[in-house]
């Protein structure tokens, strides 16, 4: 056992809701075998178990490890392009990415590059988009086991629209995610999502047999995009003439469940949010990638209202980066541009939804999302450079909800100090040889 002290900031309950930070400035978290086991003031922790070994860390903040509940691991090294619409940006940018994959040691890099991000941004739980390449998914799989973050993750589908090398039949998405749920979904920190990249590019028949993986265990995920942009809205509906909607494509598959996210929904329908609700299906709020793209501002009252479950995401190509911090940030500000509209966060509200809240909305609140007893210690230091911007402003913070709004604010993911996973320090994956085949700057 592990004892460890420090200034511990969390949350309980549920998003909005009064009185939910839980801040703790000498507090004991006694550790076994990556659970915490007792949480108490740290002398009554220590009176009870004078022999254990103690980490101290108070010399920073500690928070529960973040959770990205909409992150595509292809795009990593697509991140910056800015000044195009969705459709535009994922013809010129995304898709000649992603179909660089089919190369497994390219594949194999970019997964190192991926989880390398996340760790250096605190996050320890994500639901992934994968690859439209079944050997891609085994290398984020395998990689992802070897750090020991908990990613749910599956292989991408489509049969139209697309880039020819990235589209499939129906047939093999079945045959294909059968075999990858099989090598890897409950190995470890693992699970599987079935994964339609959107209905626009998803047939009826693809749909048909997304249903079919989904139906092939009781705790399978799905993931897909919904309303994201005003075009890709009125292209679905040019597509699916007979659906009430665009959530309705999904839905009439039963792929609205208590385990499907769906990401963004910046245009809901009041019909789908109650579609949504009643189902207690997820969304991911991507907040900067919906700036960046000029999407829209996310409508997060309406959601809550209706008791859809929203969580943060990074998104990646089309965001800025990988930071759980930066996107609750940007959540803060889209509620604010929304005036009447929007909703009233607070900082705690922010340190849910980047931890809490996506926990929730993944299944996983029982094992992550605070650092409360009984939960996995899977937990972010935030301790910034002496001098910084950051360390001057925390040192003449109010209170802890005063230094919360200043980590949000200023934090990014050069001040996380250090990244644990069910109890096991996290260093990264090890670096890779250096690419020399990269177009040299200004190179056709």
């Not at 230091?381 to 925390?394: C, E, F, N």
Request: glycine fraction near 10%.
């Amino acid at each position: 056992m592990t004892l460890y002290r420090a200034t511990v900031l969390d949350t309980s309950g549920d998003l909005l809701a009064p009185a939910r930070l839980v801040a703790e400035e000498d507090c004991g978290l006694l550790v076994r075998d990556g659970v915490v086991a007792a949480r108490t003031g740290f002398a009554t922790a220590r009176a009870a178990h004078p022999a254990e070994e103690v980490v101290d860390l108070r010399d920073g903040i500690l928070l529960p490890g973040f959770v990205d509940t909409h992150a595509h691991f292809p795009q990593v090294r697509v991140i910056g392009g800015l000044g195009m619409p969705l459709l535009d940006w994922l013809r010129e940018c995304a898709l000649p990415e992603e179909a660089r994959l089919a190369d497994p040691a390219y594949a194999h890099a970019v997964a190192r590059d991926f989880l390398d991000g996340l760790v250096r941004a605190g996050t320890t739980t994500a639901l992934v988009f994968g690859s439209h390449f079944p050997l891609a998914v085994d290398a984020l799989f395998t990689q992802a086991q070897a750090v020991g973050l908990r990613i749910t993750a599956g292989l991408v589908v489509s049969d139209r629209i697309l880039r020819e090398e990235l589209l499939t039949t129906p047939e093999e998405a079945v045959v294909h995610g059968r075999a990858l749920i099989g090598r890897w979904h409950g190995r470890g920190r693992l699970r599987y999502a079935v994964t339609p990249r959107f209905s626009l590019s998803a047939s009826e028949p693809m749909l048909e047999a997304c249903a079919e993986l989904l139906a092939a265990g009781d705790d399978i995920w799905f993931t897909s995009h919904l309303n994201e942009s005003t075009a890709e809205i009125a292209e679905v509906r040019r597509l699916f003439p007979g659906a009430r909607d665009y959530l309705d494509t999904y839905d009439r598959h039963g792929l609205v469940t208590s385990r499907s996210v769906f990401a963004h929904d910046v245009h809901p329908t009041p019909a789908e949010l109650t579609v949504l609700g009643a189902a207690r299906a997820g969304v991911a709020h991507c907040p900067s990638s919906n700036s960046a793209l000029g999407s829209g501002l996310f409508p997060l009252s309406a959601h809550h209202d209706a008791g859809v479950r929203v969580g943060l995401g990074s998104d990646v190509g089309a965001g800025t980066g990988f930071s759980m911090l930066k996107e609750g940030l940007h959540a803060y500000f889209v509620q604010q541009l929304l005036g009447d509209g929007g909703a009233l966060l607070t900082a705690a509200d922010l340190l849910h939804l980047a931890t809490r809240s996506g926990a929730q909305a993944l299944g996983l609140a029982d094992r992550v999302g605070d650092l409360g007893a009984g939960k996995e210690f899977d937990a972010v230091r935030v301790r910034p450079h002496p001098g910084s911007t950051l360390d001057v402003a925390l040192r003449h913070a109010k209170d802890a909800t005063d230094a919360l709004a200043k980590i949000f604010t200023l934090g990014t993911p050069a001040d996380i100090d250090a990244v644990w996973v069910a109890g096991r320090p996290v260093p990264g994956p090890a670096p890779a040889a250096p690419d020399h085949s990269l177009t040299p700057l200004g190179a056709p």
